[in-house]
């Protein structure tokens, strides 16, 4: 499957190779790559640029280096959180602004609220009632984390029962807590009135109705964008 390399950066060129062989599905979530050694010769290489590989596909997500006598490369199912993190970090240098990031989410979010009326299961409307009930608590005590918020939102997302969605909503988590940080001064005209939403949305899910939760959803939405903006 791999062919030598002698031009450019090595690591990054083998690297390439094993990401396009995982794309075509010759490499699949489970599969072992063949031992240093091994790739050392296929590859016409040193160990050290072969580890150098090894590293990079690991920090991007795409292989579990396991120790032991059972251990070697092995393919891993890739998931959000390498997503979130990198818009963290345009969130964080400036790049994408907070309110920018908000009008993702509200494009997002509120198309995917008919999908939920349709499929959301009672075990999926409890959730929502739960974190809910939460978040008044938390209200209560003066102590209201932001995670409550990204935690409803996120089984909002999971309720449509489409996994990529749920991937979607779920890699803007870390940015969303990034945006939000400069406006904690304002945390209280944010926290009250989106749980009241949270709690407005919960029922007219429960109810099945489409057009009363979309507006709902988006005016919450907005009301962050527009705080944000100011």
Do not use: W
């Not at 072969?50 to 998931?79: D, K, Q």
């Not at 963290?88 to 602004?97: F, Q």
């Not at 429960?206 to 907005?222: F, N, Y």
Request: hydrophobic content about 40%; overall charge negative.
């Amino acid at each position: 499957m791999f062919s030598r390399v002698s031009v450019g950066r090595i690591s990054e060129i083998i690297v390439e190779q094993i990401r396009l062989l995982m794309r075509q599905g010759q490499l699949k979530p489970g599969d072992r790559l063949p031992p240093e050694r091994d790739l050392c010769e296929r590859f016409g290489v040193s160990r050290v640029t072969v580890r150098e590989a090894l590293r990079m596909l690991e920090s991007s997500g795409l292989v579990e280096i396991r120790v032991g006598a059972r251990g070697g490369a092995f393919v891993t199912v890739p998931n959000s959180d390498r997503v979130g993190e990198g818009l963290a970090d345009l969130v964080t240098l400036s790049v994408i602004s907070p309110a920018d990031m908000s009008e993702v989410r509200m494009v997002l979010e509120t198309g995917i609220v008919p999908l939920v009326c349709e499929r959301a299961t009672e075990e999926d409307l409890t959730g929502l009632e739960d974190i809910c009930q939460r978040s008044e608590t938390a209200l209560g005590t003066g102590d209201y984390p932001e995670n409550l918020s990204l935690e409803f939102h996120l089984r909002v997302a999971e309720a449509t029962h489409n996994q990529a969605i749920a991937m979607m909503v779920k890699s803007f988590i870390e940015p969303i807590m990034v945006a939000l940080r400069p406006a904690r001064k304002t945390d209280r005209e944010l926290s009250k009135p989106g749980t009241d939403a949270h709690e407005q949305l919960t029922e007219a899910l429960r109810r099945r109705d489409a057009p009363s939760a979309t507006g709902i959803m988006h005016e919450h939405l907005l009301r962050k964008v527009n705080l944000l903006n100011r």
